[in-house]
């Protein structure tokens, strides 16, 4: 009488996955990039600050910028629809491209359509200009985003940006990350128009604020201000940075 093989365990259970808060929480930590990330983008912001303190200090710079803007001001008064289109197609172009900055365009918007004008403006300036990124993204792929950003900007937020996020992962993930950069990221990973247009018109509001609030702090040399946003901007970023080392410490 043969005898019959023991039977054979059972294979063991395969491994309990961390769970999805767990997971969000390690994907977005990855946005902020590294501590000379965060510097990096520290030192950028507080030196942007200092020159516009700088240069409104200086009388020969302001004069010659303010005389510039006066010479622009009666081209835009007598074609103020088409002054308002170039302005906004160029703060798109600004939220377009790495190089572009639309900043310097600020302080004629102050001076052509007022703080509040100058603001709707930029702001949907910014949006319609993500809006394109986004559709290049999406509709274009991976080879036109390469055309557009430089391969270090591809290789730095390509792993960071978690897939198919809600629409609070988005507004972090544009809080983190350059606007310029992130409108192409979302089309590619597919997240729904509507998140990321939320996220993008949310996020975007606070700095069309704090650009026009500086451009009409130059353009009135108000230095104390300037010098305190650069202040408040170095105490904000600095507590920023600390809460990213803590929190890097308690996930190691």
Same mark, same amino acid.
């Given at each position: 009488m043969s005898v019959l093989p023991a039977p054979a365990p059972p294979p063991p259970p395969p491994p309990q996955g961390t769970s999805t808060s767990e997971s969000a929480g390690k994907e977005l930590s990855g946005l902020w990039g590294s501590s000379n990330d965060m510097a990096r983008r520290a030192g950028i912001l507080i030196a942007i600050l200092l020159v516009t303190g700088l240069l409104a200090l200086s009388d020969t710079v302001h004069s010659q910028i303010a005389a510039a803007i006066a010479l622009a001001e009666p081209v835009i008064a007598q074609h103020?629809?088409?002054?308002?289109?170039?302005?906004? +197609?160029?703060?798109?172009? %600004?939220?377009? $491209?790495?190089?572009? %900055?639309?900043?310097? $365009?600020?302080?004629i918007g102050v001076q052509t359509w007022g703080e509040t004008g100058c603001f709707l403006l930029l702001w949907v300036g910014w949006c319609l200009g993500? @809006?394109?990124?986004?559709?290049? +993204? #999406?509709? &274009?792929? #991976?080879?036109?985003? #390469?055309?557009?950003?430089?391969?270090?900007?591809?290789?730095?937020?390509?792993?960071?940006i978690p897939e198919g996020g809600s629409f609070v992962t988005?507004? $972090?993930?544009? $809080?983190?990350?350059? %606007?310029?950069? %992130? +409108?192409?990221?979302?089309?590619? @990973?597919?997240?729904?128009? #509507?998140?990321?247009? +939320?996220?993008?018109?949310?996020?975007?509001?606070?700095?069309?604020?704090?650009?026009?609030? &500086?451009?009409?702090?130059?353009?009135?040399?108000?230095?104390?201000? &300037?010098?305190?946003?650069?202040?408040?901007?170095?105490?904000?970023?600095?507590v920023a940075w600390l809460r990213w080392r803590h929190g890097r410490a308690s996930r190691s």
């Open positions: 103020r629809v088409l002054g308002a289109l170039i302005f906004m +197609g160029l703060a798109a172009l %600004s939220a377009m $491209l790495v190089f572009f %900055s639309g900043v310097l $365009l600020v302080p993500g @809006l394109v990124t986004y559709a290049i +993204g #999406r509709r &274009l792929k #991976r080879p036109a985003v #390469r055309l557009m950003l430089p391969n270090g900007v591809i290789d730095r937020y390509e792993n960071r988005a507004v $972090l993930v544009q $809080l983190a990350v350059p %606007s310029d950069v %992130s +409108g192409y990221f979302f089309g590619l @990973l597919g997240y729904p128009l #509507r998140v990321y247009l +939320g996220a993008l018109m949310l996020t975007e509001i606070p700095y069309a604020l704090g650009t026009v609030f &500086l451009g009409n702090a130059f353009m009135q040399k108000q230095y104390v201000l &300037l010098l305190s946003a650069a202040a408040v901007a170095l105490v904000v970023l600095g």
